[in-house]
């Protein structure tokens, strides 16, 4: 149970409002693993706006290349050494950026340019979860239709991976750079019991190939930093002695390539 659920911490993570104040979010990526406590982040309202340039089909390679437990030997996540097994080992999968969906919306090109882009968290999430999982590790990924911020992966077992999105910030550095953070209260429903975290993404896209002066559609490559933190629940017995600190870091190198 352990290992699943210290591996569904790093699974969700990956599944790709407010504005935070110029330069906080990019110096995290910079600080690790030197993290003390969450970001000043706004409250999560509606869906995380991605870049125009971010839109489309993307063949993804995502590798985790360093973890740290800030607060062992006192405190170490379930799953924490398991996943080392993830180290330089690039996984597989496939994502998509698309404009938001809007009910009353016609499909004219004009309404279309003016449209969000925003990720296909089904589409995205599904294969994500395979591509560690393997297909028959995963049943299916569901997002409320009213709430992008809520989504359940239920996986083999009869277990569930609940995420509800409760904050977020993004910075734009300049016309080609993207910095996005989430913080997720995260449920896991096991055959028998429930453990609870918090969870903390912060992720630096950058063109890298492709587009204009001012970064577009035509973007052929991006690669990204990314680090999760996990944070304990009210509920776990070690929350006061944790003090806020994160007790679990995950530092990743993703590389998108226009599918």
């Known amino acids: ?4 659920w210290g591996f569904c911490l790093v699974l969700l993570v990956l599944l790709w409002g407010g504005v935070a104040r110029a330069g906080v979010l990019g110096d995290r990526i910079s600080s ?36 740290a437990a800030p607060l062992a030997p006192n405190i170490v996540t379930p799953g924490f050494e398991s996943n080392r097994q993830y180290l330089q080992q690039p996984i597989l999968f496939k994502v998509r950026f698309q404009p938001e969906k809007q009910n009353g919306l016609s499909s004219n090109s004009t309404l279309k340019n003016a449209q969000k882009i925003v990720a296909d968290r ?17 049943l299916s990924v569901k997002v409320d239709p009213t709430n992008p911020n809520r989504q359940i992966t239920v996986l083999k077992g009869e277990r569930q991976l609940i995420s509800i999105v409760t904050s977020r910030g993004t910075e734009t550095p300049n016309p080609r750079e993207f910095v996005s953070t989430e913080i997720s209260q995260q449920i896991f429903r096991g055959e028998s019991d429930i453990y609870l975290n918090e969870v903390e993404t912060t992720t630096a896209y950058r063109v890298v190939a492709g587009g204009g002066k001012k970064g577009d559609s035509a973007s052929k490559r991006i690669e990204a930093d990314q680090v999760t933190a996990i944070y304990l ?16 870091l995950y530092r990743y190198r993703l590389e998108l390539v226009r599918a």
């Open 122 to 138: 089904t589409f995205n999430g599904l294969n994500i979860a395979k591509a560690y999982l393997g297909d028959r590790g995963v």
């Open 1 to 4: 149970m352990k290992g699943i």
């Open 32 to 67: 690790f693993p030197n993290w003390g406590s969450k970001p000043p982040i706004a409250v999560a309202k509606g869906d995380l706006v991605y870049p125009d340039w971010m839109a489309g089909n993307w063949n993804v390679a995502s590798t985790l290349v360093d973890l």
């Open 233 to 248: 629940s009210p509920q776990d017995p070690d929350y006061f002695a944790a003090g806020g600190h994160p007790v679990a």
